[in-house]
């Protein structure tokens, strides 16, 4: 069992950043697959990003790609998600998840654990 609890969402205007973090317990991270999701209100979960196990192959949407950069330390057992020049349209709740295959990481299903979600609200 893995638990994961994401961290740094807040409040930021537009063209600002935020990291966020995603700090596992339970089993080394590094076994994983990770990725990002996010969800804003009234709207379907949507892929972010996600980074294979050896952090040499990265995925992203292309609405993030060139603002956005997903990063791991399995040492710490964290991953990361570097946010910058936010937008409006950033905002939702940010997901960190866990795939114990990741065959296909750009699709929530193949995740095995999520974490409860951080709040990111971007002002214009």
């Known amino acids: 069992q893995v638990q994961l609890v994401e961290s740094g969402g807040g409040l930021v205007q537009a063209g600002g950043s935020l990291r966020l973090s995603c700090a596992a317990s339970?089993?080394?991270?590094?076994?994983?697959?990770m990725g990002w999701f996010r969800q804003a209100p009234g709207k379907e979960r949507e892929f972010v990003a996600a980074i294979r196990r050896s952090s040499a192959v990265t995925y992203y949407v292309d609405s993030v790609k060139g603002r956005f950069i997903v990063s791991r330390d399995n040492a710490k057992n964290t991953v990361y998600l570097q946010m910058n020049s936010l937008k409006p349209e950033d905002t939702a709740v940010y997901y960190c998840a866990a795939a114990v295959t990741g065959v296909t990481p750009r699709k929530d299903v193949e995740y095995d654990y999520w974490g409860q979600g951080t709040q990111v609200t971007v002002s214009s």
């Open positions: 339970g089993r080394t991270l590094s076994t994983f697959v």
